[in-house]
């Protein structure tokens, strides 16, 4: 009976673990949010120091490594074609390459492989920007094979499809929000992760014009008491919708003031302790409280900010919330009444594209050049350290069991020690 009980504490302790430790499942981490619960991930490298290895990339992309135990998963372009590599992470040696398919486009920082893969442990699932979506399992077999594109009409965003997919339960959420180039409808799809098969296809309609339907976000998850809801952010709103069905369960049409005909949106919305924030292009970015139906623009409405980030997405432990703007000025606010506690602070000069990443009461914001500079987190200001690589950098940091992976143009770093060997 003891050991028994033994036994089914670990196999419970286990996999949270797993998820909340150990792993880094898709590009916003095991919480989805940028937020990491691990102690001690290094603060201080450079390219050649405190490397525990590195693997040279054909190409730059803006998808973030994933990581499981043993296995990182890249999204790769190569020439005109598209990759999922999984990478042994003790030595960083490539386990096996799948072709994804081909069409690569290159649109100025843009190219097919932006969309990150999402795991779940067993099955490793990835979306070109050319629409090609399958599942594979950890010994590289193709398990399905969807051409979204083929099924469901051309992608018309003005800069090319870049939104990952988001993993729940027994299936995968993807968006296709776009209108610049097409007259046909925005709409969201439930995937069974299984079979690949679709099990629902909602349409998401928008009164946004010109460039401004096009979203290049990510969905979010968002629970609270027994409930879940899938939150999707473009063409001007922000909208909740029932996992199970699809349908829209509440939404806030005030992304776009001023019915601006260029407001796509880049940054992906970002949920904490039941708090929704959407960030739209800069201004405004709200903070919506959970849990309304129909309009819930001014009755959930928890604060709202002039100052949100243009494309990294933001990031916050529920307590307080931090943007990165792409010139990195960085803000701290209260993330639930928006009070700023310090803003317009200014970390070295460069262009932002990758999103911060918080863990152990520490920031990591990397620009393109790729810079990293480290943060104290809280409502004081402070630079612990800047770490240089020296090379072009789209991608968000990710953290996994004391390690931490970053992507740029040229290579694949693993930096620090493992914490579990």
């Avoid at 079979?195 to 629970?223: C, F, H, N, Q």
């Avoid at 919330?321 to 200014?346: H, M, P, S």
């Avoid at 911060?356 to 050049?369: F, M, R, S, W």
Wanted: glycine share 10%; aromatic share 10%; proline share 6%.
């Amino acid at each position: 009976m003891r050991k028994s009980i033994l036994l089914g504490v670990v196999l419970i302790a286990y996999p949270l673990t797993l998820v909340y430790a150990d792993n880094w499942p898709q590009w916003r981490g095991p919480e989805m949010n940028g937020v990491s619960r691990e102690k001690n991930p290094p603060a201080r490298w450079s390219s050649t120091e405190n490397i525990a290895w590195r693997i040279a990339l054909p190409s730059w992309s803006g998808s973030t490594p994933i990581i499981w135990g043993d296995r990182v998963f890249l999204h790769v372009a190569d020439g005109d074609d598209l990759f999922l590599w999984c990478v042994e992470r003790k030595q960083g040696a490539t386990l096996w390459k799948k072709r994804l398919g081909g069409g690569n486009v290159k649109m100025r920082k843009q190219n097919m492989s932006s969309p990150s893969p999402v795991t779940d442990g067993k099955g490793v699932y990835v979306m070109t920007g050319t629409g090609n979506l399958k599942g594979f399992d950890f010994g590289g077999r193709e398990l399905w094979s969807r051409e979204i594109q083929k099924d469901y009409g051309q992608f018309g965003l003005n800069w090319g499809y870049a939104s990952s997919p988001l993993l729940y339960g027994d299936s995968l959420y993807i968006q296709v929000l776009h209108g610049m180039n097409t007259d046909d409808p925005s709409y969201v799809l439930r995937i069974d992760k299984a079979t690949g098969k679709t099990a629902w296809r909602v349409e998401r309609p928008t009164s946004a014009i010109r460039e401004s339907p096009d979203s290049y976000t990510t969905p979010a998850l968002l629970s609270y008491g027994k409930t879940t809801e899938i939150v999707i952010t473009g063409g001007d709103r922000v909208t909740g919708h029932d996992p199970a069905t699809g349908k829209e369960l509440w939404r806030a049409d005030t992304l776009n003031p001023d019915n601006d005909p260029f407001y796509r949106i880049v940054a992906s919305p970002v949920i904490a302790d039941g708090v929704i924030y959407a960030p739209s292009r800069v201004r405004p970015l709200l903070a919506l409280r959970s849990g309304g139906r129909g309009d819930v623009a001014k009755s959930h409405l928890l604060w709202s900010t002039p100052n949100g980030p243009d494309v990294p997405t933001p990031v916050t432990d529920g307590k307080y919330f931090y943007i990165v703007n792409d010139r990195g000025i960085v803000w701290c606010l209260d993330a639930k009444t928006g009070k700023e506690l310090y803003g317009q602070q200014r970390i070295a000069s460069g262009t932002y594209s990758a999103s911060p990443v918080l863990a152990d009461g520490k920031i990591y914001i990397t620009n393109e050049d790729g810079l990293t500079t480290v943060i104290k987190a809280g409502p004081k200001f402070e630079v612990l350290a800047e770490n240089n690589l020296d090379d072009y950098c789209l991608s968000s940091p990710a953290i996994s069991d004391g390690q931490i992976f970053i992507r740029t143009g040229k290579y694949l770093y693993c930096i620090g020690k493992r914490l579990q060997a």
